[in-house]
Nanobody, 124 residues
Framework: QVHLVESGGGLVQAGGSLRLSCAAS????????MAWFRQAPGKEREFVAV????????YHADSVKGRFIISRDNAKDTVYLQMNSLKLEDTAVYYC?????????????????WGQGTQVTVSS
């Protein structure tokens, strides 16, 4: 079992920045690919970004590419999402998730463990 707890969400003006953190506990953190997903009001949950076990490879959704950066610190059992140049449409609940897969995966079904989510609200 992997327990995930997100933090760092909040209210920010458009154009601003936030950094989300997700602390993991339970099994060996470095054995899991880690990802961020988000769900906006009235919409389905969507993929945002993923980082593989070693942190050596990442993949970002087109909607956030160039603005968001995913990273991980295996010594701290934590994955981060640095969000810059935030837009109104980035408003959502952000979830981190863990997958035992070794490659980059973007499908939700590949992720067995999920956090409770943290709210990010971008205002004009």
């Amino acid at each position: 079992q992997v327990h995930l707890v997100e933090s760092g969400g909040g209210l920010v003006q458009a154009g601003g920045s936030l950094r989300l953190s997700c602390a993991a506990s339970g099994r060996t953190f470095s054995n899991y690919a880690m990802a961020w997903f988000r769900q906006a009001p009235g919409k389905e949950r969507e993929f945002v970004a993923v980082v593989i076990r070693s942190g050596g490879d990442t993949y970002h959704a087109d909607s956030v590419k160039g603005r968001f950066i995913i990273s991980r610190d295996n010594a701290k059992d934590t994955v981060y999402l640095q969000m810059n140049s935030l837009k109104l449409e980035d408003t959502a609940v952000y979830y981190c998730a863990a997958s035992a897969r070794s490659e980059v995966v973007v499908t939700q079904s590949a992720y067995a463990y999920w956090g409770q989510g943290t709210q990010v609200t971008v205002s004009s």
